[in-house]
């Protein structure tokens, strides 16, 4: 194994890039080696995966991947970074070929050169739900992943129905993964310090619940749902189905009386189903 980045190397190339992390661009560096593989290991990273990399920064993860990945493809949206990344990467040994770095905005990212098996990410606190959404809808060959967020965002990515972190987040990441809590992260491990905490959250991908129609159909609902999330859900879809409401959520074996809070993805896409039924009846 190589030496991974510690605090003092992520300090001294931080100054010779004369960076200062910003809030904005969501910039605290992970400097404990410890917690690099930790998160490498839980994805279960393996020497055939294509691994995908948001947000690497100086290259704490990104080295931890490269140690037992067949391939790393980096996506940064900081220049600077984006530069120093193979620089670094090729100073630990590693050849040029297993480290592509793309300087890119996460949040449009549509294609990549290569076809990824995984992610591994520390991701922004301010975007980490909509990339999340982005990378799953776009990149079907990631099989799983492990994505480290605030911790108020893992709860609720990983919450059940009937629960108050319970969200569309949720419902939408749920339409192509499970998600499971996978541990904590110290703030201590990060530079700067974070003002809030951080988790661990492990997905795994199943099979879509319907094809690309059915699928914004249903996101429609959810939006609409969670929208007015203290309404009843004949009340919070009205706007999408109209007058006859109460009679598609029944057709699709849901109680119009209850609320969004309480739907699984799956009774989201039966109701997902009449909207597509009404809209086509118009």
């Given at each position: ?139 079907p ?5 492990v ?12 919450a059940a ?10 419902v ?51 939006d ?8 009843m ?26 609320r ?10 039966q ?10 009846n118009?």
């Amino acid at each position: 194994m190589s030496d991974l980045l510690g605090a003092a190397e992520i300090r001294s190339l931080a100054a010779s890039l004369d960076l200062k992390p910003t809030k904005k661009l969501g910039q605290n560096f992970v400097v404990d080696a410890n917690t690099c593989r930790k998160i490498v290991k839980l994805a279960q990273v393996g020497d055939q995966d294509i691994a995908l990399e948001i947000g690497p920064g100086l290259g704490s993860l990104t080295l931890a991947l490269l140690e037992v990945a067949k391939k790393v493809v980096a996506v940064e949206i900081d220049e600077r970074l984006a530069k120093q990344l193979p620089i670094t990467a090729a100073g630990r040994g590693f050849s040029d070929d297993k480290l592509i770095v793309i300087n890119h905005d996460a949040m449009d990212l549509t294609k990549l050169p290569n076809n990824p098996t995984v992610l591994v990410a520390n991701l922004p606190y301010n975007i980490s739900v909509p990339v999340l959404l982005t990378v799953l809808e776009h990149f079907p060959t990631i099989t799983r992943g492990v994505v480290m967020v605030q911790s108020e965002v893992a709860q609720r990515l990983a919450a059940a129905p009937n629960n108050k972190q319970y969200g569309s987040p949720t419902v939408k990441a749920n339409w192509w993964t499970s998600l499971n809590l996978s541990g904590t992260v110290a703030r201590s491990v990060f530079w700067p310090v974070p003002n809030v905490d951080s988790a661990l959250v492990r997905f795994d991908r199943h099979s879509p619940l319907g094809n690309e129609s059915e699928r914004l159909a249903t996101f429609a609902i959810i939006d609409h749902a969670f929208a007015k999330r203290r309404k009843m859900m004949r009340s919070a879809l009205t706007q999408l189905l109209g007058a006859n409401t109460q009679e598609y959520l029944l057709a699709a074996g849901i109680d119009p009386t209850i609320r969004g809070e309480a739907l699984s993805v799956d009774q989201f896409f039966q109701i997902g189903k009449q909207l597509i039924k009404h809209n086509s009846n118009k």
